[in-house]
């Protein structure tokens, strides 16, 4: 009788175990997660989202919201409990008159892409096209266009989202501005997000992307050099570096007028080149199109992952030195990413949006894959371990890398002042905590 209920009051489709397309619906990027919902409701439009909202408290269900899937820790999948599964909800449309998007709860950063660059369009959006333009943009939004436009969130002018009472609200700066702010950077805590409505800049689609691979071992100076040049750096560049077991890759991504970031790109490579011996160096010239999806990994949901985040406030001497000390650990270390931030993302004043740390110069983050699953602890800890040896240069952390961190990340994600408004807000639309698989803010009566 149960599932009768739940199927008679949506459009979309109610799944459970044993049903043909349970098992590939309750996966998720991160293959680590192995969580059985006791329904997942593929939800067709706002309707069934809140009628699945109604019915979860109702039944006293834990609740949980898929859309990309790609939340480290898995909070999409509940175990026992209700997934809304947001990917049937996938619609992008562009009005490039008004330079507008309005994007589903359930759509992909590669769609979102491909709709807008058919207009020359484009808003921020992060580096893997398959994940869900959703948790992306509540937690923050960090892409290649960021220094140029601001943060996904930034660039949101309103939301359609269903709240814990299982109504269905417009917000926008003048309605309900409490939540609009909220919903800029508080991640998932506060509704299910149906719609967003993006503003769209200008994008033509030309990016390049600049690289220069060295000895991790003797790699400090062309590291200094290398930050050096990404504060002065124009706002179409994004300067990133990756470290590997033995290697340091340093570069950037440019996103503009293809001749200038040619000069920009031969500028960067010779001056890094000139710091000691390269392993080697490349200038490559991307469609905007190809550079999101060039991180994409076919097998990407067969892998088992780990990951810790900071920020910096700036990458002095001794900053570098230690992320350049890589032992004790072998294979087992993770890979290393820093991009640089600025520009726009810090044009904005830090009142203005739930996300914080707009003073960051680089993110962080030490990431490992692997498919074995004997080799889970010993990564994890490779990892931790890691991590930790940054944690004193640190000025916080971004709330879409937080991952088993707890009460201790959501206090690095925001300030104090930030997490006392955000609790409001929660209090306000929340008070039960239904939305708490997430990085949570609890309500203020527990």
């Known amino acids: 009788m149960t599932l009768r209920t739940l199927q008679a009051a949506i459009r979309g489709r109610v799944l459970e175990p044993g049903d043909s397309a ?3 619906a309750r996966a998720v990027w991160n293959a680590m997660i192995d969580r059985r919902p006791r329904y997942i409701v593929q939800c067709s439009d706002a309707g069934d989202v809140a009628a699945a909202v109604r019915f979860a408290t109702d039944h006293d269900l834990e609740l949980a919201i898929r859309c990309g899937g790609h939340g480290i820790v898995g909070h999409a999948v509940a ?8 990917r049937p909800m996938g619609g992008v449309t562009v009005d490039p008159r008004t330079r507008r998007a309005r994007v589903q709860g359930g759509a992909t950063l590669g769609a979102l892409d491909r709709v807008s660059q058919e207009h020359a ?24 266009l960021a220094r140029r436009h601001g943060l996904s969130c930034d660039n949101v002018v309103s939301f359609e989202v269903v709240v814990a009472s299982g109504d269905t609200l417009r917000v926008d700066a003048d309605s309900r501005p409490d939540l609009y702010w909220a919903l800029r950077g508080g991640g998932g805590n506060f509704g299910v997000v149906t719609e967003f409505e993006f503003e769209l800049h200008p994008e033509p689609g030309h990016a390049i992307s600049a690289e220069v691979q060295f000895p991790l071992s003797e790699a400090g100076a062309a590291m ?3 930050r050096d040049l990404s504060g002065a750096a124009p706002r179409e560049a ?94 087992d270390l993770p890979d290393v990413s820093l991009q640089a931030y600025g520009g726009a993302i810090a044009d904005v004043a830090d009142a203005e949006t739930a996300f914080s740390r707009r003073d960051a110069a680089f993110e962080f983050v030490a990431a490992s894959r692997w498919q074995d699953p004997a080799e889970d602890e010993r990564r994890i800890s490779a990892a931790r371990r890691y991590a930790g040896t940054m944690d004193r240069f640190a000025s916080g952390a971004y709330v879409n890398v937080l991952g088993d961190d707890g009460e201790i990340g959501i206090r690095r994600a925001y300030s104090e002042e930030k997490l006392a408004r955000l609790t409001a807000v929660k209090d306000a639309y929340d008070p039960r905590n239904v939305f708490h698989l997430n990085q949570n803010i609890r309500p203020s009566t527990g």
């Not at 959006?125 to 994940?131: D, E, M, P, Q």
């Not at 290697?247 to 000691?276: K, N, Q, R």
């Not at 160096?281 to 900071?310: A, I, N």
Request: glycine share 14%; net charge negative; aromatic share 8%.
């Open 121 to 144: 369009l484009a808003t921020t959006a992060g580096n893997v096209s398959h994940t869900g333009v959703g948790g992306l943009t509540l937690g923050g939004g960090m892409g290649w």
């Open 22 to 24: 349970y098992e590939a």
């Open 79 to 86: 175990d026992d409990g209700l997934m809304i599964d947001l």
């Open 238 to 331: 994004t300067f990133t570096a990756t470290l590997s077991a033995a290697t340091a890759t340093l570069g950037s991504v440019w996103v503009g007028d293809p001749a200038e970031g040619a000069a920009h790109a031969a500028v960067l490579a010779d001056e890094l080149a000139d710091t000691g011996a390269t392993l080697g160096r490349s200038v490559e010239q991307l469609s905007y199109l190809q550079l999101q999806t060039r991180e994409d990994d076919v097998e990407g949901h067969s892998w088992r992952r780990y990951w810790k985040g900071h920020y910096f406030r700036e990458l002095d001497d001794d900053v570098i030195d230690a992320l350049l000390a890589r032992d004790g650990d072998g294979d």
């Open 224 to 226: 200094r050099r290398w």
